[in-house]
């Protein structure tokens, strides 16, 4: 099964660069115009289902794509970004100064910092994965749309290519808005097998 996985378009918070995880946060104009240009380069794919987190930004950069293809998305949690927490809404100048100590853990371990009131990036990877391992068990659709956040899929990459998870943000510095990355996989019959069952991998970022 093939699996484009693609970050949302731009939101406007995208300037500020802040952490955005939970919060439901509008495209900009750019962004609605990303997802136009997301849904001419489906158009031209073989793409027979289409998931989202439940996160506005991915459900929306979603919709042109789903009323092209005349596919219903499906909404799944488990795609959502990484809780941040109450580091959420800040910037990076702003987490550091606010969160001194868990700033400088984050630098070191950010797959196993723990959030305030939210999560770890390594919590947040276990249920992407779960939710990957569910739709390869699906027996009628061949190639898939995933509509995720930057960080998730920069877990999900590292974790396909069988690296230390706390070297996500030097391996993928960053996810292009709306960039796809594509990645084949076959059939497992656990969460575990996921990561040896990849059949190719293509980690070309693709910018449409």
Known sequence: MKIHLVRHAETVWHAKDKYSGKSDIELTENGMNQSLHLAKWAQAQNIDAIYTSELSRAIVTAKPTAQLLNLAPIIDSSF?????????????????KIFPE????????????????????????????????????????????????GTLIRLILTYLLDQNLNKYRRLFPSIHNTGVTTIALCHSKTRQSIRNSLEVHNFNHYLI
């Open 80 to 96: 959502n970004e990484v809780d941040y927490g109450q580091v959420e809404g800040l910037t990076k100048v702003e987490f550091e």
């Open 102 to 149: 868990l700033w400088r853990e984050f630098q070191n371990y950010p797959a196993d910092t723990q959030f305030p009131s939210g999560e770890t990036g390594r919590k947040a990877l276990n249920r992407s994965l779960q939710a990957i391992h569910n739709i390869l068990q699906r027996v009628d659709t061949s190639e898939v749309l995933v509509v995720s956040h």
